[in-house]
Nanobody
Framework: QVQLVESGGGLVQPGGSLRLSCAAT???????MGWYRQAPGKQRELVAA???????NYADSGKGRFTISRDNAKNTVYLQMNSLKPEDTAVYYC???????????WGQGTQVTVSS
């Protein structure tokens, strides 16, 4: 059974930093991993993704500010977010999937609020 446990969200002032973590159980290190977010009234969107081989992809909104990484030994994916802006406020979801998306799983989401 696949389980994703996210942590690290919270309230931060503009310009601050947060580090999100997502620990996955029941998956293989061959799964691709990523972070998505959904703001109120908006569709869920990709934030960053990392393949099992370490290739990364970022949405334009996070380039230069966000860094995704993974620890295959722990089946954990991280999202380091720096220089946060109010428009980064959203629920952030962890995702893991097989390369062909036949299998994909989502975390429960963690709230990130950027506000002074």
């Amino acid at each position: 059974q696949v389980q994703l446990v996210e942590s690290g969200g919270g309230l931060v002032q503009p310009g601050g930093s947060l580090r999100l973590s997502c620990a996955a159980t029941g998956i293989f290190s061959t799964y691709d991993m990523g972070w998505y977010r959904q703001a109120p009234g908006k569709q869920r969107e990709l934030v960053a993704a990392i393949t099992s081989g370490g290739r990364v992809n970022y949405a334009d909104s996070g380039k230069g500010r966000f860094t995704i990484s993974r620890d295959n030994a722990k089946n954990t994916v991280y999202l380091q977010m720096n220089s946060l802006k109010p428009e980064d406020t959203a629920v952030y979801y962890c995702n893991v999937h097989t390369t062909n998306w036949v299998l994909d799983y989502w975390g429960q989401g963690t709230q990130v609020t950027v506000s002074s």
